[in-house]
């Protein structure tokens, strides 16, 4: 008697398979022990909040926002780009990359899986950070309202306390940290974009940080090529190239503007995320373009 | 794979093309919500220096700012005036946005930087440290105006410039535009509409259009008949020789 195994269609694409692929990407990058970066942030966060304590409480709570969006701004950036980078290399010194593909896994899937695995890290490591900042942001607004309980006249105190609590938190922090992830998740797509052609980790980071830099600069670019009629060819070809090639980076560059008081409208806000999106799908098939013909 | 990669840079171009409307239109869209405010030319970059400016260009324009803040602070507190101005003059480029730093901008000059040149132990000359004196309020004026400039829909500066009209200046008819400006703004605090009108009773030739406001004001209530209010309204009434029958009641105060 000869048993026979049930015929099963493989499909031609599975979320189950970019699950698998995205989960252990995730866990391979806790294992790196890449969360120690939280601690830096932490001693960041309390050191500055510290600092500040001789200022307003306006000044204070304006400043600590300031450095606390900015360090996880930096952090999921630096994240994104380090933890990107490194991920094809460490497949192929590890082997696991073969492994992988030797089984009927599309390299779309693969890849797909891989960028998911790294936007889960940054999920992961920008909520512990939201996390500390809302813990420090709250012990300073109860020591906010302490100092006002105990320097106002029982009059005031209630205006006093609703000052200090109208200068903590607030709605807009939302969309600040939905930007920061954005702009990380789509310097973590291009990353896996120059990965899939570069040959070295290093190459692939260094080129990150340059496209980073002319990001912040393309919308002067673009703005001295349409509008200015007296530069040579030369010119206006290279300032075409840049605003052609590289993401406009200053989109994402909301954070600094909302949290002194700047009210970005829904609509608006869903454009910039749209951008964002169109940009992180538009580097990840570029990047499945050229590695479906790497040779492996 | 050389091959795909020059395919790979025409689809980008292709696509930057094709997004090139959109960007733009987004950016407009952004300026005219009062983002991307910053001006990051030369001159900013030679008082922050090279690292400065690049991290401001990359984004992080708020922790660059905050960090001369603090040494806005620090100056201030050496009362080293000039490097508090430069200080705040880079600080205000990079957060235009940030009513605080203009507020604190034109606090350090019109008052602290003021008072101290007024009190200038290295300049006998009473009539030079009087000029100083005025010079730095009008630094401050200045702060105060870019800031509006700015941030024309907030009413925190317009606030604080006719203050610093009234108090320094003593020039009322300003005070009282400032004040009026920031009346009509919302969130406005509520005695901007009664200084605005406390104001324009000091400005010559405006007599009777503030007794028609501070008359407004009267007739709204109790909780607007203030006693500055009843002293100005009394005032302007006897001033303006208003007819005993058409005169509002004010209890008897001195008048101002």
């Not at chain 1, 966060?45 to 300031?66: T, V």
């Not at chain 1, 105190?157 to 200090?164: D, M, S, T, Y």
């Not at chain 2, 201030?76 to 705040?88: Q, S």
């Amino acid at each position: 008697m000869t048993a026979t195994l049930p015929a099963t269609r493989h499909q031609f694409f599975s979320l189950a398979r970019v699950g698998a692929i995205a989960s252990n990407t995730l866990l391979e990058l806790v294992r790196l022990k890449v969360f120690y970066f939280l601690l830096i942030f932490a001693l960041l966060l309390i050191g500055s909040s510290a600092f500040f304590a001789k200022l307003s409480f306006q000044e204070q709570f304006q400043m600590l926002k300031n450095f606390a969006l900015g360090a996880m701004s930096i952090f999921t950036w630096l994240l994104a780009v380090l933890a990107t980078a490194m991920m094809l290399p460490k497949d192929i010194e590890d082997r696991t990359l073969y492994t992988i593909l030797a089984k009927p896994v599309p390299r779309f899937e693969y890849l797909l899986g891989k960028l998911l695995g790294v936007l889960a890290l940054l999920f992961v490591a920008l909520s512990f950070m939201c996390v500390m900042f809302v813990i420090v942001l709250y012990a300073r607004e109860q020591s906010g309202i302490a100092d006002a309980v105990r320097e106002n006249p029982p009059a005031q105190v209630a205006a006093a306390i609703e000052q200090v609590k109208a200068a903590t938190f607030t709605t807009s922090l939302i969309p600040c940290i939905v930007v920061i992830y954005l702009k990380a998740a789509l310097c973590a797509a291009l990353t896996l974009l120059l990965s899939t052609f570069a040959t070295s980790s290093i190459f692939t980071i260094m080129v990150a940080v340059v496209v980073y830099l002319i990001g912040h600069v393309q919308p002067i670019a673009r703005e001295y090529w349409l509008a200015s009629a007296s530069v040579g060819a030369p010119t206006k070809i290279f300032l075409a190239l840049i605003s052609l090639v590289f993401p406009d980076l200053t989109a994402f560059d909301l954070v600094d503007d909302i949290l002194v008081g700047n009210i970005i409208a829904f609509g608006l806000f869903m454009k910039t995320v749209a951008l964002g999106v169109t940009y992180i799908a538009v580097y990840f098939l570029a990047g499945y373009f050229m590695f479906s013909a790497k040779e492996l | 794979m050389r091959r795909r990669l020059v395919m790979v840079c025409v689809a980008l171009l292709g696509f930057g093309a094709a997004k090139l409307p959109f960007e733009r239109g987004l950016e407009a869209q952004h300026r005219a919500a009062f983002f991307h405010g910053a001006r990051l030319d030369l001159s900013l970059w030679e008082r922050i220096g090279q690292m400065g400016f690049l991290a401001a260009l990359s984004g992080f324009r708020a922790v660059v700012a905050d960090g001369l803040y603090i040494d806005a602070h620090v100056a201030w507190e050496h009362t080293e005036w000039g490097r508090v101005k430069l200080d705040f003059d880079a600080v205000t480029a990079l957060q235009p946005r940030c009513v605080l730093f203009w507020d604190q901008a034109a606090w350090h000059m019109a008052y602290n930087a003021s008072a101290a040149a007024l009190l200038n132990p290295k300049q006998p000359r009473e009539a030079l440290r009087i000029k100083a004196q005025r010079e730095y309020w009008k630094l401050g004026e200045d702060y105060l105006l870019r800031g509006i400039a700015n941030n024309p829909e907030r009413p925190l500066l317009y606030d604080r410039l006719g203050f610093l009209y009234r108090e320094k200046f003593q020039d009322h008819c300003k005070a009282a535009r400032a004040y009026a400006e920031c009346a009509r703004l919302p969130k406005a605090p509520q005695y901007a509409h009664r200084f605005h009108a406390y104001e324009l009773a000091q400005c010559p030739g405006h007599e009777r259009e503030a007794y028609e406001l501070l008359r407004s004001l009267y007739r709204r209530g109790e909780d607007e008949r203030l006693p500055t209010l009843l002293r100005w309204l009394d005032y302007l009434q006897e001033k303006l020789s208003i007819p005993p029958d058409q005169r509002d009641y004010i209890p008897p105060r001195a008048t101002p």
